[in-house]
């Protein structure tokens, strides 16, 4: 069974400071998917990741693939107020199945 | 629609009814996916339909638990005689599944409904 972890699963930082969300995933996948969650709302897409070494970046998030380590990163430089949000990834198994697995989240919440 | 529309956004019901939550998915969208989310955690799978292909049943918890996809649209997502675990937001994602560079289909990326709030007293 394919589980996907987050950490931290909250956090708490200053405006203008840099921090790292981890997703870690238990069986190989070589698609990941990072989405954003206000309170309240729905889910929103930030980066879809196809293959392994794959980096992208919006703003102040950057997102990373290691398929070889199963593990993706949501890096965030200089935090401001509008970030936070709950932040999940999403881990589709290998070999045409297309049900995303999602991690716990992590509740970040940037401190003016 | 410009996005997926999932109603009613609100439901309360008494512990023992049925209740059935609808979601309407963006127009062309083949994938359409159920997720379970309760306060302060992550999304649960439910069930997922694609295409023609018989749908993946896998995550939804007991036999209470129903969906269907009617002409590979709309899908109605069904829970007889409710329980208080229950309670929930349910969100609808859809998506278009298009083939990769190996042939296997692949998903871009899922968008979300508003959800349906369901509270069991």
Same mark, same amino acid.
């Given at each position: 069974?394919?589980?996907?972890?987050?950490?931290?699963?909250?956090?708490? /930082?200053?405006?203008?400071?840099?921090?790292?969300?981890?997703?870690?995933?238990?069986?190989?996948?070589?698609?990941?998917?990072?989405?954003?969650?206000?309170?309240?709302?729905?889910?929103? %897409?930030?980066?879809?990741?196809? %293959?392994?070494? *794959?980096?992208?970046?919006?703003?102040?998030? /950057? *997102?990373?693939?290691?398929?070889?380590?199963?593990?993706?990163?949501?890096?965030?430089? *200089?935090?401001?107020?509008?970030? %936070? *949000?709950?932040?999940?990834?999403?881990?589709?198994?290998?070999?045409?199945?297309?049900?995303?697995?999602?991690?716990?989240?992590?509740?970040?919440?940037?401190?003016? | 629609?410009?996005?997926?529309?999932?109603?009613?956004?609100?439901?309360?019901?008494?512990?023992?009814?049925?209740?059935?939550? #609808?979601?309407?998915?963006?127009?062309?969208?083949?994938?359409?996916?159920?997720? #379970?989310?309760?306060?302060?955690? +992550?999304?649960?799978?439910?069930?997922?339909?694609?295409?023609?292909?018989?749908?993946?049943?896998?995550?939804?918890?007991?036999?209470?638990?129903?969906?269907?996809?009617?002409? +590979?649209?709309?899908?109605?997502?069904?829970?007889?005689?409710?329980?208080?675990?229950?309670?929930?937001?349910?969100?609808?994602?859809?998506?278009?599944?298009?083939?990769?560079?190996?042939?296997?289909?692949?998903?871009?990326?899922?968008?979300? +409904?508003?959800?349906?709030?369901?509270?069991?007293?």
């Amino acid at each position: 069974e394919l589980k996907v972890e987050q950490n931290p699963l909250f956090l708490s /930082m200053q405006e203008g400071k840099n921090y790292t969300i981890y997703c870690n995933y238990s069986t190989t996948s070589d698609r990941l998917y990072w989405y954003r969650q206000d309170p309240g709302k729905s889910l929103e %897409s930030l980066f879809v990741l196809l %293959s392994n070494g *794959a980096v992208k970046q919006e703003g102040r998030l /950057m *997102a990373s693939l290691d398929t070889k380590a199963r593990l993706s990163t949501l890096h965030i430089t *200089a935090a401001v107020h509008d970030l %936070s *949000a709950t932040y999940f990834c999403a881990v589709v198994p290998p070999r045409g199945n297309e049900k995303l697995t999602f991690g716990t989240g992590t509740r970040l919440t940037i401190i003016p | 629609g410009a996005g997926v529309s999932q109603s009613p956004s609100n439901k309360v019901t008494e512990k023992g009814k049925d209740v059935e939550l #609808r979601c309407d998915p963006i127009s062309g969208h083949t994938a359409l996916y159920w997720y #379970r989310q309760s306060l302060g955690q +992550g999304l649960e799978f439910l069930i997922y339909f694609q295409g023609n292909s018989a749908p993946d049943k896998s995550g939804l918890p007991s036999d209470r638990f129903s969906a269907e996809r009617t002409g +590979g649209s709309v899908s109605t997502l069904t829970i007889q005689r409710t329980q208080q675990e229950d309670s929930a937001v349910y969100l609808c994602a859809s998506s278009l599944i298009h083939a990769g560079a190996s042939g296997q289909g692949v998903n871009e990326k899922l968008f979300f +409904g508003s959800g349906t709030q369901l509270s069991v007293l």
